[in-house]
């Protein structure tokens, strides 16, 4: 059985803005660091080049008319009409090539998401993918179009019953929302609070209606939370939830912007815990379609998703961050030489609190969705 990676340079035609956080060059940092240890070359993995979706494959979720707005943005120009559906100066801006861009990135989870149904893997990794914010006539959160829900939307046409788990630090919330009346989907979302972070929302009381009630399950975590807390929660509610639910595949949004020097978020996360719930989210995966997201310290997006990789090939890593790539990343600013840092305990370390309040949310999920997906 093979693994796919997805991934083409073409990307790097594309550029949100020089004053925009979501950099491209760490998608070509990312894949040239997982390059550079060898992993594309293993013979147990198969590089895919990333061929763009058609117009139709966005058109399963998006309506129409955003559509049509998106493919008059691609010109680059600013449009009168286009601050109604999110886009504009800001989070979402209009650049050349917008529609373009999500094409390719939607193409990629596709691909992966038809490697995995077809039986010819079990993991595929799209990194450019996981844009959870798209709703389907808005573009929100730097995200124009949603492929989670598009990959998970042919996932149910192929027949197949799909968990979802995001690790972002923002709430997953257009993929919640496109599946908020389905029992068909179980969506779990782990994240900053709204209170302190965008969306805002994602809170624990928001379960799901009708069909799909209990099945979105939220775990909002206070500001400064670290790996203790995190992975304490993540084990007393995920595998339970995923082992009732029993899906035919997993889908994750591994977003990284939870490190405690993430420049846009506030949760404490190292390296080390986004490894132990990488390792977690294989042992419960039968099949596994992984999906990028945030992350705007670029050295850790590069770090963080080859060794989300080195986890699902069953690879251990030399710290030493190959010479070849070095050279090559110092060029964006990326000046460290390890692939994991140690974490030394915070000097705001609210631990105590956060595992306080943590508490009464694992309760509540235990309390009200766990007895619902059990059935
Ligand atoms: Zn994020």
Redesign the pocket.
């Known amino acids: 059985m093979k693994n796919a990676f997805l991934y083409t340079d073409a990307y790097l035609d594309y550029d949100y803005g020089p004053t925009h956080p979501l950099r491209i060059i760490r998608l070509k940092l990312t894949y040239g660091l997982i390059k550079s240890y060898g992993f594309l070359d293993l013979p147990s993995v198969q590089f895919i080049p990333t061929i763009k979706a058609e117009e139709k494959d966005l058109a399963a979720f998006h309506s129409e008319e955003y559509l049509n707005i998106l493919k008059q943005a691609n010109e680059g120009y600013p449009m009168g009409d286009a601050y109604f559906y999110g886009l504009g100066p800001g989070d979402n801006p209009i650049f050349p090539g917008l529609f373009n861009l999500s094409l390719l990135l939607t193409g990629a989870t596709l691909q992966a998401v038809d490697f995995v149904a077809d039986g010819k893997g079990e993991i595929a990794f799209n990194i450019a993918g996981g844009l959870h914010h798209a709703m389907r006539a808005r573009a929100s959160g730097f995200c124009y179009i949603n492929d989670p829900v598009i990959g998970i939307m042919r996932l149910l046409n192929r027949g197949k019953r799909v968990a979802y788990i995001d690790i ?3 709430h997953g919330d257009g993929v919640q929302k496109a599946f908020y009346e389905t029992n068909q989907v179980l969506t779990i979302s782990l994240h900053e609070s709204g209170h302190t972070l965008f969306p805002g929302t994602g809170f624990e009381y928001e379960i799901g209606e009708g069909k799909g009630e209990g099945y979105s399950v939220n775990l909002p975590f206070p500001p400064h939370t670290e790996d203790e807390v995190y992975v304490w929660v993540f084990d007393e509610v995920v595998p339970e939830l995923v082992h009732a639910f029993k899906p035919d595949v997993v889908v994750t949004q591994l ?1 990284v ?1 939870t490190f405690y020097d993430d420049p846009l978020t506030n949760l404490h996360l190292s390296i080390l815990g986004f490894e132990r719930i990488l390792k977690k989210i294989k042992n419960l995966a039968p099949r596994w379609v992984a999906l990028g ?2 992350g705007y310290n670029i050295s850790n997006v590069a770090r963080a998703w080859t060794l989300a990789w080195a986890v699902m090939n069953g690879i251990e890593l030399n710290e030493k961050l190959p010479e070849s790539f070095l050279k090559e990343a110092v060029k964006f600013g990326m000046e460290e030489k390890e692939l994991r840092e140690q974490l030394g305990t915070s000097p705001h370390s609210q631990n105590k609190e956060n595992r306080m309040e943590m508490e009464r949310v694992v309760h509540y999920i235990k309390e009200t969705v766990l007895p619902r997906v059990k059935g």
Do not use: L
Request: aromatic residues 0%; proline residues 0%; hydrophobic residues 15%.
């Open positions: 972002d630090a923002h977003g912007d997201g945030g």
